[in-house]
């Protein structure tokens, strides 16, 4: 048995596993916060900045830029958007992605569209390399209002593709290099990466808790930062995924499905503590699930793909896990392409 968590420091039991595929099923047993953390957001801290800990620092970003003939200073005032196949940087060891301040503001993100819509799920009743064929709905719950109290490590990630700006769910999880003090996020590889058609997506960053409130989108044209973004802004400056993602995703997942899981590095847009301090909680990944067939349920949450129920606010959804795959689970509910 493994349990829910209730971010403001209950904990609920609850049959429930999950595999490194699921990206977005929550599976840690500690407690969250017991205070609230949404106005501590940027403060001085001891923690190591997010660049010495594996990610790159300002300079080794303009470095790398400049080995790929890229200007810095072009790409940060829009040459970012020239995405040409020979400009479009696609192997795992070219990724780059310098933090354009102030480039995600609240009228953006709340313009910004699942990949669902140019990167669809399709139908995968076929044989198309997916683990399972399309499985059933899952009723989905909306979380509980403020999320910063209730589901502060799930949000959302933004990024550019040619296709406009994107957003995707993510969530904050655990560093055993940096106990307490991580900067690591896990999402989808299509969030990312665009798969065998393309390359690395830009300008990639992480607002956990996003549209805290739950406000409309209408209401949301008028929020304040804090409501839209609590945590603020989180850019990647180091993101892995998988060779296969890279080589065989696709539109449909293809034969990269089983292997569509990301993992980000990041850094704040402004101040210097750790996402994992700054949200006040992480979630560790359970690198020893059972296989599918043992678990009786399991829960996932994150921001939905379709308009209902509202892709700005998130919800989580619970059910059976489909025979061969724990991923499946995801399909099932609302947030998948999310």
């Known amino acids: 048995m493994t349990q829910e968590k209730n971010l403001s420091g209950a904990i609920r039991p609850l049959l429930a596993g999950t595999g490194l595929a699921a990206a977005l099923a929550l599976t840690a047993t500690a407690c969250g916060p017991t205070e609230d953390k949404a106005s501590d957001r940027t403060g001085d801290s001891a923690s190591t900045p997010a660049g010495k800990e594996g990610g790159a620092d300002v300079a080794d970003l303009a470095d790398q830029l400049k080995q790929h003939g890229i200007d810095p200073d072009k790409w940060k005032n829009g ?49 198309q390399g ?8 899952v009723t989905a719950e909306a979380e509980e209002k403020p999320y910063h ?37 896990w999402t989808a590889g299509h969030c990312v990466h665009a798969g065998q058609s393309g390359g690395w997506y830009r300008n990639i960053a992480f607002a956990p808790a996003y549209n805290d409130l739950g406000k409309s ?18 850019w990647a400056d180091w993101v892995s995924t998988s060779g296969e993602w890279i080589s065989q995703g696709g539109p449909t997942g293809g034969e990269g499905a089983p292997y569509d899981y990301a993992v980000m590095h990041v850094k704040p847009e402004k101040g210097t503590k750790s996402l994992e301090e700054t949200v006040g909680v992480a979630l560790e990944v359970n690198f020893d699930a059972p296989e599918a067939q043992s678990i009786s349920a399991m829960g996932a949450w994150g921001y939905p793909a379709a308009p209902e129920p509202r892709a700005d606010s998130p919800v989580r959804g619970r059910g059976r896990v489909p025979r061969r795959s724990t991923s499946d689970l995801a399909q099932r509910s609302p947030v998948h392409g999310g």
């Open 130 to 137: 997916v683990t399972d064929p399309e499985p059933a709905p």
């Open 217 to 234: 989108p209408a209401e949301l044209e008028n929020a304040q930062p804090q409501e839209v973004a609590p945590y603020g802004v989180h």
């Open 79 to 127: 040459a970012w958007k020239n995405w040409d196949k020979d400009d479009w940087l696609r192997e795992a060891k070219d990724f780059v992605n310098p933090v354009i301040e102030n480039l995600w503001k609240p009228e953006r993100m709340t313009t910004a569209k699942s990949p669902a819509k140019t990167l669809a799920a399709g139908d995968i009743s076929g044989d």
């Open 149 to 185: 109290k209730n589901a502060a490590p799930v949000g959302k990630v933004f990024f550019d593709a040619p296709e406009g700006s994107m957003v995707c769910s993510a969530t904050v999880i655990k560093d055993p290099k940096n106990p307490g003090k991580s900067n690591l996020v």
